[in-house]
Nanobody
Framework: QVQVVESGGGLVQPGGSLRLSCVVF????????MGWYRQAPGKQRELVAT???????NYGDSVKGRFTISRDNAKNTVYLQMNSLKIEDTAVYYC?????WGQGTQVTVSS
């Protein structure tokens, strides 16, 4: 059974940076598009970024120019580098494999 595990969330001040990691266990990784999504309290889950097997990337409008998604196929890992964080980036961030979601990691941006 495929397992997706996120890490790297935490508390950061506005303007700060965090890097999220997502590791896929027991599943095909390199052939699939991977994605990061987020859900803030009272809001629907939304796209943050996706990366294809050949590293084509796509970003949600609210994070373009601030976030960068990347992948390391040798490590079955996808990353999300988040810079210039804003209070409105506060959410639970989820990693998506085509067959399953991770459990999420909390990102809180607050002064």
């Amino acid at each position: 059974q495929v397992q997706v595990v996120e890490s790297g969330g935490g508390l950061v001040q506005p303007g700060g940076s965090l890097r999220l990691s997502c590791v896929v266990f027991r599943g095909i990784f390199s052939a699939y598009t991977m994605g990061w999504y987020r859900q803030a309290p009272g809001k629907q889950r939304e796209l943050v970024a996706t990366i294809s097997p050949v590293r084509n990337t796509n970003y949600g409008d609210s994070v373009k120019g601030r976030f960068t998604i990347s992948r390391d196929n040798a490590k079955n890992t996808v990353y999300l580098q988040m810079n210039s964080l804003k209070i409105e980036d506060t959410a639970v961030y989820y990693c998506k494999h085509p067959t399953t979601w991770g459990q999420g990691t909390q990102v809180t941006v607050s002064s």
